[in-house]
T-cell receptor, first 116, second 116 residues
Framework: DQQVKQNSPSLSVQEGRISILNCDYTNSMFDYFLWYKKYPAEGPTFLISISSIKDKNEDGRFTVFLNKSAKHLSLHIVPSQPGDSAVYFCAASAEPTQGPGNQFYFGTGTSLTVIP | ETGVTQSPTHLIKTRGQQVTLRCSSQSGHNTVSWYQQALGQGPQFIFQYYREEENGRGNFPPRFSGLQFPNYSSELNVNALELDDSALYLC???????????????FGSGTQLSVL
């Protein structure tokens, strides 16, 4: 049962334009969300996070938007650069039932290609 | 500050064998999580250890087991390997503290396991 979904396996964008990556979730208990970027042969690296008390969080070229009623979040990259070409994963967590740590559920990823 | 390191990077085993994967957490982190990433999929949560105790488990059978040591390094053991266990195994460390919504996972580069 996939609780976090990224329905677009791939996305191509021209350099300098905006990239919008989407993520949907089904578990209404999720309250903390992260985006990760993954290059081949490397582990995922953290990009940006958002908690359910906010609907927007910005960090430089990256902005994450959260729509709780639609159970949807999106990552905007402006302007897109060729070095942004990677696979992007969204991840979600709910208040844990066991112990203090977060247990994150990941989507299947979107492969972004930024064309020079 | 050292990052998360995993060993080995690649491993080939045959069906029915046992395997141990190792992870060294980032300095100062007290939690380690293990994820399985099959080809074309997102990381799937296997289990998490916090201060040497199992802190949560995903939908994986008991032949997947783990340990966390006092220095916060960790092992993932898989018994009776099956062909479907072929995947990238990712270790992630984090600092679990008072503010759950500040916790971020820091991943190693993974161990690519092939079961023949």
């Amino acid at each position: 049962d996939q609780q976090v979904k990224q329905n677009s396996p791939s996305l191509s964008v021209q350099e300098g334009r905006i990239s919008i990556l989407n993520c949907d979730y089904t578990n209404s208990m999720f309250d903390y969300f992260l985006w990760y970027k993954k290059y081949p042969a490397e582990g995922p690296t953290f990009l940006i996070s958002i908690s359910s008390i906010k609907d927007k969080n910005e960090d430089g070229r990256f902005t994450v938007f959260l729509n709780k009623s639609a159970k949807h979040l999106s990552l905007h990259i402006v302007p897109s650069q060729p070095g942004d070409s990677a696979v992007y994963f969204c991840a979600a967590s709910a208040e844990p039932t066991q112990g203090p740590g977060n247990q994150f559920y990941f989507g299947t990823g979107t492969s972004l290609t930024v064309i020079p | 500050e050292t990052g998360v390191t995993q060993s080995p990077t690649h491993l080939i085993k045959t069906r029915g064998q046992q395997v141990t994967l190792r992870c060294s957490s980032q300095s100062g982190h007290n939690t380690v999580s293990w994820y399985q990433q099959a080809l074309g999929q997102g990381p799937q949560f296997i289990f998490q250890y916090y201060r040497e105790e199992e802190n949560g488990r995903g939908n994986f059978p008991p032949r997947f087991s783990g340990l966390q040591f006092p220095n916060y390094s960790s092992e993932l053991n898989v018994n009776a390997l099956e062909l479907d266990d072929s995947a990238l195994y990712l270790c992630a460390s984090s600092l679990t503290g008072a503010a759950r919504i500040n916790e971020k996972l820091f991943f190693g580069s993974g161990t690519q396991l092939s079961v023949l």
